[in-house]
Every structure is written in structure tokens, then in C-alpha cells.
């Protein structure tokens, strides 16, 4: 048995973007459904950078004051270690104005509820947990629907059909190879080692320092009952450092961050290191006829940044903000065609802008660092600048907090 459902808008994918696209398309008065394939967003070590561009878009959507009651902790600089063991002031967020003057640190599942709470409250609105996505519906060329099973366990599979799908599932989104479309592979220099260490009196609360010692190269985010702590490694390096056992990686820890020294027993075991194998691609085309990819499943980008969820959140924006007219109208299937294309235009510049930013990064911090070069002193240029030429402080807190073209809430979306 098959059961065959129908919506106006398919958003496949319950993540910021998909969630995001889902509440501002609802509150169009669209039919839209999303579909999530875990049954909750109980997962650690995600992106939980909150930028104050996103900070601002709850704020016009009528959430800021449920979000500042999340659980969160706050970035108000971001320095690098100096030669002289000190820290260099990089970027400066008090130089931006209040309240979109800080990073927050929210644990991603916890935003995501938030979100999917103000998103049933609007009565065009379904969101479905538990549900994945296996391939898209297509009829003469054009992807009319997705074809959907229960991702845990036994159940009756269904066809969803709808004017227009949107993949927001991730970089290995499942509709994207469904539909043909292959994004091109950037290099990425290295993967990252995610663990907790326990928060101490003292710790400090809202600087983003990284540290660098030898070849390694580590970046703790302060939370507010613990440390997220990130090891840079060359790509390729996992099974080397699991072999090597966790004593080896706590010392490890404790040698790049003496402070860590007394509290690196909480890693029990190297089951507590989590690796993500970064990526950063990008789609040339983002659309087929009937579907459109967004967030990750249109460019992965390095955790360079944090930048990930923000950029997907902003694709979101723009989306609702050019598809809802376009549906009001009536268009449905190819006739939607030239919004998606303009979805496409218009992100397209700030995800290359980004990507392009990051690969710099890559190559004169994480590379040097790997070969040797950075030791304990960061790289000369931008630490001259932001020392010696204090608006450049500024322009880097901007730059991080709101990124390129950060996208308003339409008219129509705000309450």
C-alpha cells in the first residue's frame, strides 16, 4: 500500500534552512510541508552559531524574545593568540550596534524547536518527523513530488506530491543525486575532532580564541555549563589519532591548551571525539524544473566561520521571499522555473563570496599551521591591521556577524 498525499510546497529537510523556509511560506498562507527524517533534533555537534544577521530576522519575525530565553552563551570578540603570549583583538562585535552586537551560542535543537513551535502555529503548516526522503516523483521532465518512507522501523511508504520541492537535506542530500545534480568539490585541507571539557570558575565566557602549538591547532567555544572544543587535524587523519589512544589525544589537548590540563579526563574514551569530515562544494545549477536545493544541499562550507547555518537560513529568506509570490500567482511545476532560477541568482554571490573567503583561510592559517609555519603567532597581515588600524576590527565583526547580503523577513512574514 502507497499513500498519496499532496501539499502546495515539499520542503525535505528539518534543519534551520528547511525549518526556517517552512515557518515564512506558512505565514504566506502557503500549504507547506516539511519533512524530517529523524523523529527529533537531539544531535550534538552541530552548528549552534547563532550571527547576529539570523538574530535580527527572529527579531522581525516577531521570536526575538523567545529565542533570548534559549539556553545561550555570547561571542563579543574574536582574537588571536599573539607571539608574546597574549591575545590580539581581531574582531571587535561592541563596535557594532546593539542588539545585533554578538555571536550567540545556542544549541542547534533547541532553536530548531523554537522554530518548528512558531511554525504549527500557523494553520497552512505541516511538519512531519520521522519520514525520509528515498527519491523524487517526475513527470515529463519535471519533479512533481518525493517519495517518502518511515526512516526507522517498518511503515506504509507514500508519495508526496506538490507544486514545487525544496531540498534543504544536507550536503549528502538524498533529492539532489535523485534529480542529477552534482555539486563541484572544493580542497579542504582538514577535518575536525569535536569533544566537551567541563566549564571551571574563571573560564572565560564570551572571547573565541584559537591556539596553536607545533602543527595543531585547536578552537574552544564557550557554553554555559561547558567547553565545545574543535581540533583541527590534516584531512585523512582519523584513524592515526585513534589508533594512537585517548591518553595520547589528552596529552595532546593538554600540550596545545595547558589550561585544559586538569579536565581532559573527561574524555573518557576516543568514542567521546566526534569527527566531522568537512567538505565545501558547491551546485552550478541549484534547480530542475519542479525542485530547488538550498543551504548545504546547494554549497557545504567549512566550519571556517561558523557560518554554515546562517548562510542556509539566509537562502531560506530569499526563497519564501521570491517562490510565495510566484505561487500566489498560480504557478506550479516548469511555470516556477524562472523563481527558482532567481533564487539561484541571488544567493548564488554570497556562497561563492564565503567559500572564496574561506579557501584564503584555509591556506594561510590551517595549512601554515599544519606545515609548521604559524607556530605561536598568527599571521602577520590582519593582526597589522586590526592592531594598527582599529575600524578594521570593526569591518572583521561585521563581516563575520552579518556575512554578504544578509536577507530581511518580507513584509508579509513579520508579526
Not at 544567493?347 to 590551517?366: E, G, K, M, S
Request: glycine share 10%.
Amino acid at each position: 500500500m502507497v499513500t498519496v498525499s499532496r501539499t502546495t510546497v515539499a520542503v525535505v529537510g528539518g534543519g534551520p534552512a528547511g525549518v526556517v523556509l517552512g515557518l515564512l511560506l506558512a505565514r504566506a498562507g502557503i500549504a507547506v510541508r516539511v519533512v524530517e527524517k529523524h523523529d527529533d533534533f537531539n544531535r550534538d555537534f552541530r552548528g549552534d552559531t547563532v550571527h547576529a544577521s539570523t538574530i535580527r530576522l527572529l527579531d522581525e519575525l516577531g521570536l526575538g524574545d523567545r529565542f533570548r530565553a534559549l539556553p545561550q552563551s555570547r561571542l563579543d570578540d574574536f582574537s588571536l593568540p599573539g607571539a608574546d603570549g597574549g591575545r590580539v583583538l581581531l574582531g571587535d562585535f561592541s563596535r557594532l550596534r546593539p542588539p545585533y552586537d554578538h555571536v550567540a551560542m545556542v544549541p542547534q535543537w533547541d532553536l530548531l524547536d523554537m522554530l518548528v513551535t512558531a511554525a504549527r502555529e500557523e494553520p497552512t503548516s505541516t511538519i512531519s518527523m520521522g519520514l525520509a526522503a528515498t527519491g523524487t516523483i517526475e513527470e515529463n521532465g519535471v519533479v512533481t513530488g518525493v517519495h517518502l518512507r518511515p526512516y526507522r522501523g517498518d511503515g506504509e511508504p507514500e508519495e508526496l506530491r506538490a507544486d514545487v520541492v525544496v531540498a534543504a537535506d544536507g550536503r549528502d542530500s538524498v533529492l539532489r543525486a535523485a534529480a542529477g545534480l552534482r555539486p563541484r568539490s572544493f580542497p579542504v585541507p582538514f577535518d575536525t575532532w569535536w569533544f566537551r571539557l567541563p566549564r571551571e570558575p574563571g573560564d572565560a565566557t564570551t572571547a573565541l580564541v584559537p591556539a596553536f602549538s607545533g602543527t595543531d591547532v585547536v578552537l574552544s567555544f564557550p557554553r554555559p555549563d561547558y567547553h565545545q572544543v574543535a581540533y583541527f587535524a590534516p584531512k585523512g587523519s582519523d584513524d592515526a589519532l585513534r589508533a594512537e589512544g585517548v591518553e595520547a589525544f589528552r596529552a595532546r589537548i593538554a600540550r596545545i591548551r595547558p589550561d585544559f590540563a586538569g579536565r581532559v579526563d573527561a574524555i573518557g574514551s576516543m568514542d567521546d571525539v566526534h569527527v566531522l569530515d568537512v567538505r565545501m562544494d558547491r551546485l552550478t545549477r541549484w534547480w530542475r524544473p519542479g525542485l530547488l536545493c538550498i543551504g548545504d544541499a546547494a554549497h557545504a562550507m567549512s566550519p571556517a566561520g561558523g557560518v554554515g547555518i546562517n548562510l542556509a537560513v539566509q537562502d531560506a529568506v530569499a526563497t519564501a521571499a521570491i517562490l510565495a509570490p510566484a505561487v500566489r500567482r498560480g504557478l506550479r511545476g516548469a511555470d516556477l522555473s524562472g523563481a527558482l532560477a532567481a533564487v539561484q541568482r541571488r544567493r548564488t554571490p554570497p556562497a561563492v563570496l564565503v567559500q572564496t573567503a574561506q579557501a584564503v583561510l584555509h591556506r594561510v592559517v590551517f595549512e601554515r599551521a599544519f606545515a609548521g609555519e604559524l607556530r605561536s603567532a598568527p599571521p602577520k597581515l590582519p593582526v597589522l591591521l586590526a592592531r594598527y588600524v582599529p575600524p578594521v576590527r570593526g569591518l572583521y565583526a561585521r563581516g563575520i556577524a552579518f556575512g554578504p547580503l544578509p536577507e530581511h523577513a518580507p513584509a508579509w512574514a513579520r508579526r
